[in-house]
């Protein structure tokens, strides 16, 4: 019985963490980081005390770190699930280009709560993170599918790390202006980076094929 009673307890409090999460999320994004205070995030998510929060998270750091780890869960997932589908690199490469871009679409809200976070985010030493620490996981991911298709022989001979920082930055370049008065045509914008990135790639094995 008591084993049950821990796992219930369990199930109850990543279930209200959740909650708080996506209040927080939409409440960032509609009101800005410095509005979203406990008490609005509290009535936003229908809670009785701001106290609730506090029982799940030490302060706001740790709210919004947790914020930004479960959009970047929710992100790897929906880009790995369509990377995986596909058979060659080359696939794989456009599969990540395109799925970046239609994550940016599909999770307006999530994206602009990161927009505002962004300048805020503190590491557990009080640091503030860089946008070169936020891309590098993604920068080294993609330097290593680029030498596989390398090696493979789908792609050329480039720089690797400096092809996966160009590629990083198109994409986030793209978030702050999916919406907006000077918004992006979104599929012009997809056709386009796909194109331009992998279309580099395989001149560029076309290129190092006539050399050899």
Do not use: C, W
Request: avoid cysteine; glycine fraction near 8%; charged fraction near 25%.
């Amino acid at each position: 019985m008591q084993i049950k009673k821990q796992s219930r307890d369990s199930v109850t409090n990543a279930t209200r963490r959740a909650q708080i999460v996506r209040a927080a999320i939409e409440t960032i994004a509609e009101l800005g980081y410095d509005k979203a205070t406990f008490a609005t995030i509290t009535e936003r998510a229908g809670l009785s005390s701001p106290r609730m929060i506090s029982y799940h998270f030490a302060g706001k750091q740790d709210l919004i770190r947790q914020i930004v780890e479960d959009v970047y869960h929710r992100g790897a997932a929906f880009i790995l699930e369509r990377v995986k589908a596909q058979t060659t690199v080359s696939g794989r490469l456009r599969a990540y280009l395109e799925s970046n871009l239609e994550f940016l679409r599909e999770y307006p809200t999530d994206l602009a709560a990161l927009t505002e976070i962004g300048p805020h985010l503190r590491d557990q030493a009080g640091e503030p993170y860089t946008a070169a620490g936020y891309q590098e996981p993604s920068v080294q991911g993609l330097v290593m599918l680029l030498e596989e298709g390398q090696r493979g022989g789908e792609f050329g001979d480039f720089d690797a790390r400096s092809m996966a920082v160009m590629i990083r930055a198109t994409i986030d370049a793209a978030a702050p202006r999916m919406r907006g008065e000077h918004a992006l045509d979104f599929d012009i914008y997809r056709s386009t980076v796909v194109d331009t990135f992998v279309g580099a790639v395989q001149r560029a094995a076309q290129r190092t094929s006539e050399e050899r």
